[in-house]
Antibody
Framework: QVQLVQSGPEVKKPGASVKISCRAS????????IHWVRQAPGQGLEWLGV????????EFAHKFQGRLTMTSETSTTTVYMELTSLTSDDRAMYYC?????????WGPGSLVTVSS | DIVMTQSPLSLPVTPGEPASISCRSS???????????VDWYVQKPGQPPQLLIY???DRASGVPDRFSGSGSGTEFTLRISRVEAEDVGVYYC?????????FGQGTKLEIK
C-alpha cells in the first residue's frame, strides 16, 4: 500500500534552515508528483510547492521563492524539502503529499518549531 | 491564485441529522476533460487531512456512502446524509486545477 514516511520533529533557531524528508513506498516513485503543504498551529492549510520526482522539476508558491528547495532521490525514493531563513512564522506542521487524479494522499507530517 | 471560500466555518449538528458545507471558487474548476478539480478532506485532531471526495463527486475508497459531493464550475457542496459522532473534525475543500493548490478556510463540524 502507498506509504509516506516523514522525518521527525525539528527545533530551529530564527535564521536557520530546516530540511525535511519524505520517503515513499508502495508505488512507482517517479510516476507521481509530491506536494508539500504546511499548517501553522490552529490554522488552515497552505500549499508550499511541488516536485516531479522524474527529472526533479519544481514549482513553488510565490511567497516561498528564494528560500524553498525541493529535491528527489530516486535510489531511496525520498523527496526532501528545505526551507531557509526561518522565522517564527514558519512554525508549523509540514506535510508531504502524493498527487493522483487531482487529489492528495498525505504523509503524517513533520513538526518544525522555530525558537530562540 | 484561485480563492476558495467555505461556509459555514462552524457547524454544530445533532447526530442523525444531515449537514452540508459549501465551497465557492473564484474561478471555474471545470477542466476541459469534463471533471471538476475540487476535493474534500477531513482533518481530525492530531492527524493529517484524509480524502473524502475527489473530482467534485467521486467518493474515496473506504469513505461511507453518507458522504457525497456535488456541484460544478464555481459552486460545490459536501453533504453528510446522517451525521455520526465520528464525523467530528475540520472539513476543507481544495482546488487541484492549477498550482498553487488552494484550500478553503475549513469548517469545524461539532456534535450538539
Amino acid at each position: 500500500q502507498v506509504q509516506l514516511v516523514q522525518s521527525g520533529p525539528e527545533v530551529k533557531k530564527p535564521g536557520a534552515s530546516v530540511k525535511i524528508s519524505c520517503r515513499a513506498s508502495g508505488y512507482t516513485f517517479n510516476d507521481y508528483y509530491i506536494h508539500w503543504v504546511r499548517q501553522a498551529p490552529g490554522q488552515g492549510l497552505e500549499w508550499l510547492g511541488v516536485i516531479n520526482p522524474s527529472g526533479g522539476r519544481t514549482e513553488f508558491a510565490h511567497k516561498f521563492q528564494g528560500r524553498l528547495t525541493m529535491t528527489s532521490e530516486t535510489s531511496t525514493t525520498t523527496v526532501y524539502m528545505e526551507l531557509t531563513s526561518l522565522t517564527s512564522d514558519d512554525r508549523a506542521m509540514y506535510y508531504c503529499a502524493r498527487a493522483s487524479t487531482g487529489h492528495l494522499f498525505w504523509g503524517p507530517g513533520s513538526l518544525v518549531t522555530v525558537s530562540s | 491564485d484561485i480563492v476558495m471560500t467555505q461556509s459555514p466555518l462552524s457547524l454544530p449538528v445533532t447526530p442523525g441529522e444531515p449537514a452540508s458545507i459549501s465551497c465557492r471558487s473564484s474561478q471555474s474548476l471545470l477542466n476541459i476533460n469534463g471533471y471538476n478539480y475540487v476535493d474534500w478532506y477531513v482533518q481530525k485532531p492530531g492527524q493529517p487531512p484524509q480524502l473524502l471526495i475527489y473530482l467534485g463527486s467521486d467518493r474515496a475508497s473506504g469513505v461511507p456512502d453518507r458522504f457525497s459531493g456535488s456541484g460544478s464550475g464555481t459552486e460545490f457542496t459536501l453533504r453528510i446524509s446522517r451525521v455520526e459522532a465520528e464525523d467530528v473534525g475540520v472539513y476543507y475543500c481544495m482546488q487541484a486545477l492549477q498550482t498553487p493548490y488552494t484550500f478553503g478556510q475549513g469548517t469545524k463540524l461539532e456534535i450538539k
